[in-house]
């Protein structure tokens, strides 16, 4: 039989997995918070505080023997599947389906687990995205082969870099760079015909589109730490595109070339 204090020991080490999970893979700070103590609370523990912010988790239970805890988090990624998982096992829990000590082995299971997709398939979205942008902001279907090329080049350097180096920006704005190689190759040889609608269709898989909805709803849920540091991330972010594209049009047009 457990004891009060090992009940509550796997009730915050629950609570800490849940978090650090959501917020590794993509998941809002607000959501975050909220889902750590729907699980205390429907675990017998009520009186529960945590504070969440990108770069790490602190969690307490008033009330309790137990000792203040924080999770540094040090890599995050998108995998919205982890975030429906446990989302799905906080409602088990809050339904009364779903033991502490079978949910935490569940979410540690799932952590160690990769569920993305293979990067094939995500190189494969990529460049047909890459295309379909294109198309979306009025390009023609004579460049939709070169978007496609090029959005998936880049995103191929993105992922590879990523993978080598862990120098925040880097990635992004090389990627960027070779896009904007790519799309003037193109433009050069008379393959494509419009250098402006390829490269922003080819750019758009590398745009942070979840981090900039995610700090505007961190924002509008009155987490500013969260929100306005994610939203200077993204910002950042699209200031590497920007860079990378930049300094490829500048070489060119420095030297002549008529694009």
Known sequence: MQTGTESNHIVAELCLLAGKMMLENGAET????DTMTRIA??????????????????????????????????????????VT???????????????????????????TETLSYPFPLRF??????????????????????????SGGIGYYVLARVQ???????????LAALVIGLCSCFFIA?????????????????LVPGLL????????????FVSGVSKGAEALFTAFAIGAGVA?????????????
Request: proline letters at 3%.
């Open 41 to 82: 609370d429907a675990l017998g523990v009520p009186n529960t505080h945590s504070f969440v912010t990108p770069t790490g988790i602190i969690f307490s239970m008033e009330g309790t023997a137990f000792a203040t805890q924080l999770v540094r988090i040090t890599e995050r990624s998108t995998d919205l599947r982890k």
């Open 124 to 149: 494969l979205a990529a460049a047909v995205a890459s295309g379909c942008f294109l198309i979306m902001f009025r390009g023609s279907w004579h460049d939709f082969l070169p978007a496609t090329v």
């Open 212 to 223: 900039i909805t995610n700090a505007v709803r961190d924002l509008m849920a009155g987490h």
């Open 30 to 33: 607000y959501r975050v918070e």
């Open 85 to 111: 998982i446990v989302n799905d096992v906080s409602r088990k829990i809050t339904g009364g389906q779903l033991s502490a000590e079978a949910a935490f082995k569940l979410l540690k299971m799932t952590e």
């Open 189 to 205: 040889s008379g393959i494509g015909s419009d250098l402006d609608k390829i490269i922003i269709g080819s750019v758009m898989p």
């Open 247 to 259: 300094f490829v049009l500048a070489f060119f047009s420095g030297r002549g070339f008529d694009l």
């Open 163 to 173: 993978s080598l180096i862990s120098i925040k920006f880097f990635a992004e704005g």
